[in-house]
């Protein structure tokens, strides 16, 4: 079965920290891995993807840095902020000429940036 | 613009009733999407369309009926509810994806359904 497994579970990190976020896969074949943020009684909403191709992406505080050997990737939020405390979920997808835009999603991290 | 929009945004049923959710999208999107999500378990793919008129099963369909009869519509069915259904339910839909590339989904804010 085609498994993303997310850790931690649950994160808190003081205003200012750095808040990381890992995420592993299974499929060799998925090559397209985005992160989504959830607030309380919203729904999910992308925050920044990533392709195979490059081993990080940077945008804002937010940095997806990629481990294509290790089959693992992983959310850094820089200087975090209050404003930031949220459920974080990773997903993977395959892309290609049958693409459905089918996502895997990890099992969610919440986050609480203390003040 | 709405976005998605998902009705009711909150239910109880008791087991065996039957319900249907609603979800609407107004982005002329092509693709949409119905998820669950369980406490430690992220977001499961129950069905999807790729288009009006087309569905297909995700990793947890048993239980479950859909139907795009238009292409703003994604219609999720509940034919006989039980317990273990009790989760929230999100509707995603996106532009059509590319060979190289996918497309953001954009999720409404659930609905919570609670079977006793």
């Known amino acids: 079965q085609q498994q993303v497994k997310q850790s931690p579970q649950s994160l808190i990190v003081q205003k200012g920290g750095i808040s990381i976020i890992n995420c592993a896969y299974e499929n060799t074949a998925f090559d397209y891995f985005p992160w989504y943020q959830q607030f309380p009684g919203k729904g999910p909403a992308l925050l920044i993807a990533?392709?195979?191709?490059?081993s990080e992406k940077k945008e804002g505080r937010f940095t997806i840095s990629f481990n294509k050997s290790a089959k693992q990737f992983s959310l850094h939020i820089m200087d975090s902020q209050p404003g930031d405390s949220a459920t974080y979920f990773c997903?993977?997808?395959?892309?290609?000429?049958?693409?459905?835009?089918?996502?895997?999603f990890g099992q969610g991290t919440t986050l609480q940036v203390k003040p | 613009n709405a976005g998605v929009t998902q009705t009711p945004k909150f239910r109880v049923l008791k087991t065996g009733q039957s319900m249907t959710l609603l979800c609407a999208q107004d982005?002329?999107?092509?693709?949409m999407y119905w998820y669950r999500q369980d406490p430690g378990m992220g977001l499961r793919l129950i069905h999807y369309?790729?288009?009006?008129?087309?569905?297909a099963k995700g990793e947890v369909p048993d239980g479950y009926n859909v139907s795009r009869l238009k292409k703003q519509n994604f219609l999720l069915g509940l034919e006989s509810a039980a317990p273990s259904q009790t989760s929230v339910y999100f509707c995603?839909?996106?532009?059509?994806?590319?060979?190289?590339?996918?497309?953001?989904?954009?999720f409404g804010d659930g609905t919570r359904l609670s079977i006793l």
């Open positions: 990533i392709r195979p191709d490059v």
């Open positions: 369309s790729v288009g009006e008129g087309t569905t």
């Open positions: 982005m002329n999107h092509e693709y």
């Open positions: 997903a993977s997808a395959l892309v290609g000429s049958s693409n459905t835009g089918k996502l895997i």
């Open positions: 995603a839909s996106s532009y059509q994806t590319g060979v190289r590339s996918n497309q953001p989904q954009h």
